[in-house]
């Protein structure tokens, strides 16, 4: 079962994270950080939020091991627009539109197994009244 982070209405626009998500597009969760903390982009720091809060969600909520997490899948689609205009000369107002992204990194790797119940002392003792 892969586990996923979603980051709705990040102000950059989908082209620009596009590139950055093309890095790390199925490499392993600390390559892509690795690569991310030296690309020299913007969009690098929203999709390394992403691809920490997918980490954190297999390791805490999923119980995957952190060091065997892969990057199954990246994805970035277009967001709302905010429409704007901008002076122009002679008295005019010329529009332009603020982009922005949803970003979608999904996650897979190996489930930790389950602790066993260690037995108490007091537990052992009940066993061994029912056991007679």
Do not use: C, W
């Not at 392993?28 to 982009?41: F, K, N, Q």
């Not at 627009?81 to 901008?86: A, G, I, N, Q, S």
């Amino acid at each position: 079962m892969s586990v996923k982070a979603v980051a709705k209405g990040v102000r950059i626009s989908p082209r620009k994270v596009q590139v950055v998500a093309g890095l790390v597009r199925g490499r392993t969760v600390a390559d892509a950080l690795t690569i991310l903390d030296h690309t020299p982009r913007g969009s690098a720091i929203a999709v390394a939020k992403v691809i920490k809060s997918a980490r954190a969600n297999a390791e805490h909520n999923h119980d995957y091991k952190p060091n065997t997490l892969v990057i199954t899948e990246i994805s970035v689609s277009p967001g709302p627009r905010l429409k704007r205009y901008r002076p122009a000369a002679r008295g005019r107002a010329l529009p332009f539109q603020k982009k922005s992204s949803h970003i979608r990194v999904i996650v897979d790797g190996e489930k930790r197994e389950p602790k066993k119940p260690v037995k108490t002392a007091a537990k052992a003792k009940t066993e061994k009244k029912e056991a007679k």
